[in-house]
Nanobody
Framework: QVQLVESGGGLVQAGGSLTLSCAASGSVFSIGAMHWYRQAPGKQRELLATITSGGHANYADSVKDRFTISRDNAKNTVSLQMNSLKSEDTAVYYC?????????????WGQGTQVTVSS
């Protein structure tokens, strides 16, 4: 079984920074694209950033120039560096990845980590 586990959430003041991490464990054979999403109360889950297996990144306009996604293929981890945080960044943050356990790729979600930005 494959698991994705996020860490690094917490409470931060507006203008501050946080780094979220997501680690894949279990029967991981290969990892494709990895993504970070967030979901605020009463809102739909929003795609924030994507990084391909080759390291190419894309961002939503709402976080471009503030957030940076990166990955460490050797450690099976993906991170999200978040700078200049705003109160509207408050949400539960999830990582999602296309992962192969050796018999094709499927999508996996992490359990989520809460980020709260105080104004």
């Amino acid at each position: 079984q494959v698991q994705l586990v996020e860490s690094g959430g917490g409470l931060v003041q507006a203008g501050g920074s946080l780094t979220l991490s997501c680690a894949a464990s279990g029967s991981v054979f290969s990892i494709g694209a990895m993504h970070w999403y967030r979901q605020a109360p009463g809102k739909q889950r929003e795609l924030l950033a994507t990084i391909t297996s080759g390291g190419h990144a894309n961002y939503a306009d709402s976080v471009k120039d503030r957030f940076t996604i990166s990955r460490d293929n050797a450690k099976n981890t993906v991170s999200l560096q978040m700078n200049s945080l705003k109160s509207e960044d408050t949400a539960v943050y999830y990582c999602y990845g296309q992962i192969s356990g050796g018999s094709g790729f499927r999508g996996y979600w992490g359990q989520g980590t809460q980020v709260t930005v105080s104004s």
